[in-house]
């Protein structure tokens, strides 16, 4: 005999607010055929974060390594000084060899010269290594960091944004981050360094002459100011149009059922396209600028150049400067002019690194909306009670929206609690808060009589076990999906597990067998195999309370039959709040909760 629980109807009788199935999911509308985008919320407003906030925000992760930094410093500083000597060796080639012809002296030079290129090189090899080592490993730090940190939010507040656009923050814009924070540095050392190098060789040769070489520098400095800031705004743009079509990609793919079940791939690719060409436009924006400034340099490297070897000619005229001086002079001079465009190029990465940072930033900021508690209890280690107190529950995305009110139940250990009603009254928020997915606006849920609020979320999850309305299921073997909730069970344990859940027959029918790998989704296994797999991932994980979400749902009377047995196993002796529309399943339930429908103004009773 199946006892029915009486409950009022949400929100008062009759007089409750419209909650439709988007309470649990929001839905998302579209004013026009035409795919739109919003903007990315806080991203699309903030500024870009200024470089000393990116140094500060992310030197946790260089840190590790901050010993290595000036390692690799040295080591290319070691090769530029090394190319440094190499065009003084020269001068005296052309001075002690060439112009007097005493050849005599030309091979210790020409070793001296092929030994010195050999140990500068190597010096250059290993900086470059060297920074390539940093800056991955700071690369692999903050995409783990992240990622960690992601996973420490509840679903929702992940299934609020594109999932595309928080992969391109993960991979694009922390490779861009990088490029500042880690091996910018280097490279602005380096750079600045040599050109020191430079600077005080050229001043040795003729103080005229580099007197005359660095008056190009504020027009350097103002180009660099000038470019600098708008590349800093075109590259905020290209990020957030990357993301986009990351997003766009990500979901097209993802529902290409639909879309062909539809005849709608015209769309998705129109869609694709419309993606591709305002991140096509930003990103051309961005190359005009970031091409233009390379060829503002190249003019004023010439001029400057010009005016040098003018200056150096009449210098060379009345004896002041020999010709190998000159000839050295003119190679310290380009040798001058590469750190000078590489701290160019730095301006313009810092503006593009600023924008990628803000955006990796916004993610880092998201809070769990799930409090931990100051004095964490452990989770019941043996047979649980389950107790919902007069909860009530709504949603950030709908404030003022009730969706759960003045819901309580109790279920004993051993009891199955089947909660029925018709969609959109909240029996997936239901499940959300016994697993704490999300808290409560009012009123509690307890196990063994403490408030879940009480217990770490971990702990909770230790506790009770979900078995979610869609069968989840990894890219990998069905051993592993399997095993997913216990990763130390042994192979006799998945084998068992599997043949409490009616699995092990077609798993072992199967060319691979648990070593198979099932796709994305499961995607080689039927609905009805994909759900047994994930039934029996419930059976290994052996917790004392489960929280079964439709475990029917999109199966045929055949495949709904075949997983029958299997949950009846599964909730023999635990404690069980099974959320179903299937009145022949709630059958097997020692006591059945119904959520009216408010919007009906209809009455619970037991299902037909």
Request: with cysteine; net charge positive; hydrophobic share 45%.
């Amino acid at each position: 005999m199946v006892d029915v629980i009486r409950v009022r109807p949400a929100g008062g009788t009759g007089g409750g607010p419209d909650v439709t199935e988007p309470a649990d999911r929001p839905r998302r509308r579209h004013a026009a055929p035409r795919h739109t985008y919003a903007d990315d919320g806080p991203v699309a407003v903030s500024p870009a974060e200024s470089p000393s906030a990116v140094f500060r925000r992310f030197w946790p992760w260089v840190r590790p390594d901050r010993y290595w930094l000036p390692v690799a410093a040295l080591l290319m500083v070691a090769g530029a000084a090394g190319e440094v000597v190499s065009i003084w060796l020269f001068k005296e080639l052309i001075d002690q060899v060439l112009v007097p012809r005493r050849f005599a002296a030309f091979w210790p030079l020409a070793g001296a010269m092929v030994g010195l290129a050999a140990a500068a090189g190597v010096a250059a090899f290993a900086g470059d290594y060297t920074t390539a080592r940093v800056a991955e490993r700071f690369i692999l730090r903050l995409r783990t960091a992240i990622t960690a940190h992601l996973h420490t939010l509840p679903p929702d507040t992940l299934h609020t944004r594109r999932h595309g656009d928080v992969v391109a923050r993960i991979t694009s814009d922390v490779q861009r981050v990088e490029q500042l924070v880690a091996s910018g540095v280097i490279q602005f050392v380096t750079a600045v360094i040599s050109m020191v190098f430079s600077v005080a060789a050229a001043f040795y040769l003729s103080w005229p002459l580099a007197l005359a070489a660095l008056a190009t520098a504020p027009v350097f400095a103002v180009a660099a100011r000038r470019f600098g800031g708008r590349v800093q705004e075109l590259s905020r743009q290209a990020r957030r149009r990357n993301g986009a079509l990351t997003a766009v990609l990500e979901e097209s793919l993802a529902l290409s059922g639909l879309s062909h079940a539809y005849n709608q791939q015209h769309r998705e690719v129109a869609r694709v396209d419309e993606e591709g060409r305002s991140l096509m436009r930003a990103e051309l924006a961005t190359a005009r600028v970031g091409f233009l400034y390379p060829a503002v340099l190249d003019v004023l490297e010439v001029v400057g150049g010009l005016a040098v070897v003018g200056l150096g000619a009449f210098e060379l005229s009345r004896g002041a400067l020999t010709l190998g001086g000159l000839l050295a002079f003119a190679a310290f001079l380009t040798q001058l002019f590469g750190p000078v465009r590489t701290l160019s190029g730095l301006v313009t990465m810092v503006g593009a690194a600023g924008a990628a940072a803000e955006r990796v930033l916004e993610l880092l900021r998201v809070r769990s909306p799930l409090p931990a508690p100051a004095r964490p209890v452990p989770p019941p280690s043996g047979p649980a009670t389950l107790t919902c107190e007069r909860l009530r529950a709504g949603y950030p995305s709908h404030p003022g929206t009730v969706v759960l009110d003045d819901v309580g139940f109790t279920v004993a250990p051993g009891q199955v609690l089947a909660v029925m009603g018709p969609s959109g009254v909240g029996k997936s928020t239901l499940a959300k808060l016994l697993v704490r997915f999300m808290d409560p606006l009012g009123g509690a849920v307890r196990l063994n009589g403490v408030d879940l609020r009480d217990m770490e979320v971990t702990a909770v999850r230790q506790a009770v076990t979900l078995l979610p309305q869609q069968a989840q299921l990894f890219h990998a073997s069905i051993g592993h999906n399997i095993a997913y909730g216990r990763p130390d069970a042994s192979p006799a344990e998945i084998t068992r597990a599997a043949r409490d859940a009616d699995a092990h027959a077609f798993i072992t029918a199967l060319p691979d067998g648990y070593d198979t790998v099932v796709g994305e989704n499961g995607f080689q296994l039927s609905g009805g195999q994909a759900r047994r797999v994930a039934i029996a991932r419930a059976f290994l994980r052996g917790t004392q309370v489960l929280v079964l979400d439709e475990p029917t749902a999109g199966l045929d009377d055949r495949a709904a039959a075949n997983v029958l047995g299997p949950l009846q196993r599964l909730m023999a002796g635990r404690t069980t709040v099974l959320i179903t529309h299937d009145h022949a399943l709630a059958r097997h339930a020692d006591a059945v909760y119904l959520l009216p429908d408010t919007r009906a103004g209809t009455s619970p009773g037991h299902p037909d």
